[in-house]
């Protein structure tokens, strides 16, 4: 549902690769990881724990708290808020998180 | 525990322009900020966006990097990628830099954390797919991600019509605009007309951006009154009704972007426990403040549209009087000192806020786009629709807090921010009562997620 705008005058930007569920995704140095996963059209990056129903970013601001993913084996981080940092490994989070 | 003489929460316009006041007068000032780079959302972006051709973001846009610029100062402390999740009344100050939790004390905290989007529950408003204008402009902005088809954007306000234009300037296609703003809000704010030209370089910028879409020639749809995002799992098409015509239109697309105005994000000015007041022209709390913008907690200062929806450029004359305010109360300098300077702020406010009541009525969301219809979820985290909340007052609930405890609408993940205004609307409608009466959340830290493992990192400086 998203694509990289193509801008000539556009400063080259570095190629960042993250892991999506195992999954290889090119993101660019400066995308967080909400836009790296919509860039490369993942849509849904986890689903409710009261009726499993899946959900997308929705905010990108930090208030929704709807592109809730895992990362690098950390819960409940807003991937609005974060930059992709190679190498790092992103897990959708479905249903609800278990203690420990 | 380090103790600062000021914090600033935001560098956004009014976080920016606070700071570089304050260090003016001698003050070492600690700005903290959850995004990677300093703007708010407003000028987010604004050294780094891949966007170089001025014309798309616009001349408002660029306005802000003189305020960035003023960051780069060695008595501003400035930590990008750092989260508030705790602040108290005794101004200790939690915060989360990566991994590595801290807290340090403050003399004089200014909180400048801005808006949010009002919250525009409608069926489907859950389903990937549907997001908001904000978060079109933000992934424009910051990376240039743009719809990859033709969009549709719905709601009312300046922000969708600055997206639209934004999106056409880029060549972005859009499928329709569907302008949710109450047909006769126009004649109803006409009145209001005369005093909003005081601000008329904001008016004519609105002038220009209707004008720009018309001669783009987008479908600009007036009067919706119903508005629908259906499909299983993701979007997959936007359904709606105008006027008192019973029939609906339907489009298909895989993006829809909601907007109907922003709001105050009194998150932390709550948890705080700030008096506030619910504002029935802006429909929206605003903590309680004086003509020094403090809050009711002694030596906590709001600037911004954190402290009631002013706009970008009045947000920055705010954080001047805030900086000032913060410099008077540390002591740095006398209030007969700043008489000139305060003065000449003041007006420069007043005639920047002149434009917002005329706005505030023209794009002001109508009832049934507050109240939704009993299928509609209300609070998307814990799934509780509009009809359980009505469902409670009948059983005696009069309060947010209690319609919580029944059915955790407003416990989960977003801690309200999403379902509260809503709640309270739909409370005091049910009920009765004001907004005021009906009340808000009883918010607590942490504000943002926090594991144990982190916050067993700040134990060292909370222990001295």
């Known amino acids: 549902m998203f694509k990289r705008l193509s801008l000539p005058d556009a400063p080259a930007q570095k190629t960042v690769i993250v892991y999506f569920d195992g999954r290889q995704v090119t993101a660019k140095d400066g995308d967080t990881i909400a836009a790296a996963l919509l860039s490369a059209g993942v849509e849904v990056c986890r689903t409710t724990p009261v009726s499993g129903s899946p959900r997308g970013p929705y905010c990108m601001m930090g208030v929704c708290f709807e592109c809730l993913v895992e990362v690098d084996n950390i819960p409940n981080v807003q991937g609005c808020q974060v930059l992709v940092k190679e190498g790092m490994q992103i897990r959708s989070q479905n249903g609800a998180r278990r203690l420990g | ?464």
Not at chain 2, 243 to 253: A, K, Q, S
Not at chain 2, 273 to 286: G, K, N, S
Request: glycine share 10%; proline share 6%.
């Open chain 2, 1 to 464: 525990m380090t103790t600062h003489d000021l914090v600033i929460l935001g560098s956004g316009p009014a976080g920016m322009a606070a700071a570089a006041t304050a260090v003016a007068h001698g003050i070492t000032a600690v700005v903290v900020d959850e995004q990677p780079a300093p703007g708010g959302q407003i000028y987010r972006s604004i050294e780094s966006t891949p966007l170089k051709e001025r014309r798309i973001l616009g001349d408002d846009y660029w306005h802000g990097k003189e305020l960035v610029d003023g960051l780069d100062d060695p008595r501003i402390d400035y930590r990008p990628g750092t989260t508030l999740w705790q602040l108290t009344r005794q101004l200790e100050v939690g915060l989360l830099q990566g991994e590595k939790a801290s807290m340090v004390r403050a003399r004089h905290v200014i909180l400048a954390h801005g808006a949010m989007e009002r919250p525009f529950p409608i069926p489907g408003w859950t389903l990937p797919g549907v997001m908001t204008a904000g978060s079109g402009q933000i992934l424009l902005k910051s990376v240039g991600l743009v719809p990859s088809a033709p969009v549709v954007l719905a709601g009312c306000g300046p922000l969708l019509l600055l997206l639209a234009v934004q999106y056409l300037r880029a060549g972005i296609p859009i499928a329709a605009l569907l302008d949710t703003t109450p047909a006769g809000q126009y004649r109803d704010a006409l009145p209001l007309l005369p005093s909003a030209l005081r601000n008329v370089r904001t008016l004519l910028k609105g002038v220009g951006l209707l004008a720009e879409l018309r001669r783009a020639g987008v479908r600009h749809v007036r009067n919706v009154t119903a508005l629908e995002a259906e499909g299983e799992n993701r979007l997959k098409r936007v359904r709606w009704q105008c006027g008192n015509d019973p029939e609906w239109h339907c489009l298909t697309t895989p993006l829809l972007l909601l907007h109907q105005g922003v709001v105050p994000n009194t998150q932390v000015t709550r948890a705080l426990d700030c008096a506030h007041d619910w504002d029935e022209r802006q429909l929206a709390w605003q903590p309680r403040t004086d003509a020094w913008l403090a809050t009711d907690v002694e030596g906590v200062a709001v600037a911004g549209d954190a402290g009631g929806i002013v706009g970008a450029r009045a947000s920055a004359m705010q954080g001047r009087l805030a900086g000032l305010g913060a410099a008077i109360a540390l002591g740095r300098v006398s209030e007969d000192e700043t008489r000139e300077e305060v003065k000449r702020l003041r007006r420069d406010l007043a005639r920047e806020a002149a434009i917002r009541p005329f706005l505030d009525v023209l794009y002001r969301p109508a009832a049934h786009w507050r109240l939704p219809e009993d299928d509609t979820l209300v609070c998307r985290c814990e799934e509780v629709t509009a009809g359980e909340i009505r469902r409670m007052a009948e059983q005696g609930c009069r309060g947010p807090n209690q319609t919580k405890s029944f059915t955790r609408c407003g416990m989960g993940p977003c801690q309200g921010r999403m379902c509260g205004l809503t709640v309270s609307e739909l409370l005091a409608d049910a009920n009765g009562q004001s907004v005021a009466e009906t009340g808000y959340y009883r918010l607590r830290p942490p504000f943002k997620p926090i594991t144990l493992g982190q916050l067993a990192t700040a134990a060292e400086d909370a222990s001295e």
